[in-house]
């Protein structure tokens, strides 16, 4: 059993920046790929970004050279940087962590940016 928490949501303007965590505890022996998933209303769920054990990266197009993913192995953390921030980033932003063969869920975090 792995449980993700998610933190770091919130309202920022159009320009601004939040960096999300997310942390795993559990039955964890070795964590695989992490990343985030994002959903807005009406909208389908996307992948945002994700790193393998290690290292490797991969960004959504809509977001590269905005968001920068990383991960701290030793904390069992991922975290999302995500900068000049635009008003169809907003939506609730879902960690993943990937375990073969499950892969575990965070319960998500709301991102919210006005214009």
């Known amino acids: 059993q792995v449980q993700l928490v998610e933190s770091g949501g919130g309202l920022v303007q159009a320009g601004g920046s939040l960096r999300l965590s997310c942390v795993a505890s559990?039955?964890?022996?070795?964590?695989?790929?992490m990343g985030w998933y994002r959903q807005a209303p009406g909208k389908q769920r996307e992948l945002v970004a994700s790193?393998?054990?290690?290292?490797?990266?991969n960004y959504a197009n809509s977001v590269k050279g905005r968001f920068t993913i990383s991960r701290d192995n030793s904390k069992n953390t991922v975290y999302l940087q995500m900068n000049s921030l635009k008003p169809e980033d907003t939506a609730v932003y879902y960690c993943?962590?990937?375990?073969?063969?499950?892969?575990?869920w965070g319960r998500g975090t709301q991102v919210t940016v006005s214009s």
């Open positions: 993943i962590c990937r375990n073969v063969p499950t892969t575990y």
């Open positions: 559990g039955s964890i022996f070795e964590i695989g790929t």
């Open positions: 790193i393998t054990g290690d290292g490797q990266l």
